[in-house]
């Protein structure tokens, strides 16, 4: 049995070879204040989120990518990885790959590579993010050709340029689909004195959100509590206002994209400039972000093909690939 876990701030995606990708929900628990006990996982966790009482908190154990809690993430892994296989603690122990951003540091890899271990794994491999998501977006990174990926997870942008099987250049930012949620919840509180939760911030991202002007402005009814009285209050919100609350945050986003360009060696850059930038993660999917990328860098920015999932099939592709080398 050989796994590749995509252990993302927002999400956990399981790849098992043979069967691609079997799992994917929210990286959150929640868990009793008093007792520490968790309570409930994923899915289960997500639909409590904002309705619990006081003694009840939902957390996640994940932040910017890198692991903020190690024991409660030990358990996610658990959890999660004997959901998957269902059969788990008949079957030898499996080999596990798991991706992390750009530019972690040596603890906080080790960290990763201990809570697999942790969990029964046999071996276990670490794969950037940006490797495993032009794996899984298909691109050949074995060839002497530059390929530039900009992956928008829940809690890190992750840029970088491969060539050879490796990241040439590459940067990482700590802003992400969780910061245009907190982008737009702030807007929304300073704009209509209302306040939203998480949920509803994401609702709004995904249904009207846009980083670039539409030709057609949509709307949504908003619900939440008036800061003001203190009751209930619906409003309709513009898609046009999305695009005002995210500028600050897209903006940095894409001051990356340039920042590790400028960095790339010329031979790369015309490889790049003639193949486009490949975009990958949810963070990937707010309209109308990669026209803006393509507006602000004069680079064709395309966003892949089943762009969530493209980590997880890439660090599931990166799991096949050593079992055949383990073969060899």
Do not use: W
């Given at each position: 049995?050989?796994?590749?876990?995509?252990?993302?701030?927002?999400?956990?995606?399981?790849?098992?070879?043979?069967?691609?990708?079997?799992?994917?929900e929210?990286?959150?628990?929640?868990?009793?204040?008093?007792?520490?006990?968790?309570?409930?996982?994923?899915?289960?966790?997500?639909?409590?989120?904002g309705?619990?009482?006081?003694?009840?908190?939902?957390?996640?154990?994940?932040?910017?990518?890198?692991?903020?809690?190690?024991?409660?993430?030990?358990?996610?892994?658990?959890?999660f990885?004997?959901?998957?296989?269902?059969?788990?603690?008949t079957?030898?122990?499996?080999r596990?790959?798991?991706?992390?951003?750009?530019?972690?540091?040596?603890?906080?890899?080790?960290?990763?590579?201990?809570?697999?271990?942790?969990?029964g794994?046999?071996?276990?491999?670490?794969?950037?993010?940006?490797?495993?998501?032009a794996?899984?977006?298909?691109?050949?990174?074995?060839?002497?050709?530059?390929?530039?990926?900009?992956?928008?997870?829940?809690?890190?942008?992750?840029v970088?340029?491969?060539?050879?099987?490796?990241?040439v250049?590459?940067?990482?930012?700590?802003?992400?689909?969780?910061?245009?949620?907190?982008?737009?919840?702030?807007?929304?509180?300073?704009?209509?004195n209302?306040?939203?939760?998480?949920?509803t911030a994401?609702?709004?991202?995904?249904?009207?959100?846009?980083?670039?002007?539409?030709?057609?402005?949509i709307?949504?009814?908003v619900?939440?509590?008036?800061?003001?009285?203190?009751?209930?209050?619906?409003?309709?919100?513009?898609?046009?206002?999305?695009?005002?609350?995210?500028?600050?945050?897209?903006?940095?986003?894409?001051?990356?994209?340039?920042?590790?360009?400028?960095?790339?060696?010329?031979?790369l850059?015309?490889?790049?400039?003639?193949?486009?930038i490949?975009?990958t993660?949810?963070?990937?999917?707010?309209?109308?972000?990669?026209?803006?990328?393509?507006e602000?860098?004069?680079?064709?920015?395309?966003v892949?093909?089943?762009?969530?999932?493209?980590?997880?099939?890439?660090?599931g592709?990166?799991v096949?690939?050593?079992?055949?080398?383990?073969?060899?």
């Amino acid at each position: 049995m050989d796994i590749g876990i995509d252990l993302g701030t927002a999400s956990i995606l399981v790849y098992v070879r043979g069967k691609g990708v079997v799992l994917k929900e929210p990286s959150m628990v929640v868990l009793d204040k008093k007792s520490q006990e968790i309570l409930s996982i994923g899915n289960e966790a997500r639909r409590m989120l904002g309705r619990t009482p006081e003694n009840i908190v939902a957390v996640r154990p994940l932040r910017s990518g890198v692991i903020a809690d190690y024991e409660i993430t030990q358990q996610i892994l658990k959890y999660f990885i004997k959901k998957a296989t269902k059969r788990f603690t008949t079957m030898r122990k499996p080999r596990i790959s798991i991706c992390v951003p750009a530019g972690v540091t040596s603890v906080q890899r080790r960290a990763v590579e201990d809570a697999a271990k942790s969990v029964g794994a046999r071996e276990v491999h670490i794969i950037e993010e940006t490797v495993a998501a032009a794996i899984g977006a298909g691109i050949d990174i074995a060839k002497p050709r530059g390929s530039m990926i900009v992956d928008i997870g829940g809690g890190t942008a992750d840029v970088a340029v491969i060539s050879l099987g490796a990241c040439v250049v590459s940067a990482s930012v700590k802003v992400a689909g969780d910061d245009f949620d907190e982008a737009i919840i702030r807007y929304v509180r300073k704009k209509h004195n209302l306040l939203i939760g998480e949920r509803t911030a994401e609702d709004i991202k995904i249904d009207i959100g846009t980083a670039f002007k539409r030709s057609t402005d949509i709307s949504m009814d908003v619900k939440g509590r008036s800061l003001i009285t203190g009751m209930p209050v619906n409003i309709t919100m513009h898609s046009e206002e999305t695009r005002e609350a995210l500028k600050e945050s897209v903006s940095a986003i894409i001051d990356t994209v340039r920042n590790v360009f400028e960095r790339t060696p010329p031979e790369l850059a015309g490889d790049i400039i003639e193949r486009g930038i490949v975009m990958t993660g949810g963070g990937s999917l707010l309209f109308g972000l990669d026209k803006l990328i393509k507006e602000k860098t004069g680079i064709n920015a395309v966003v892949a093909e089943d762009a969530l999932s493209c980590v997880a099939l890439g660090t599931g592709k990166y799991v096949e690939y050593m079992a055949e080398k383990f073969k060899k």
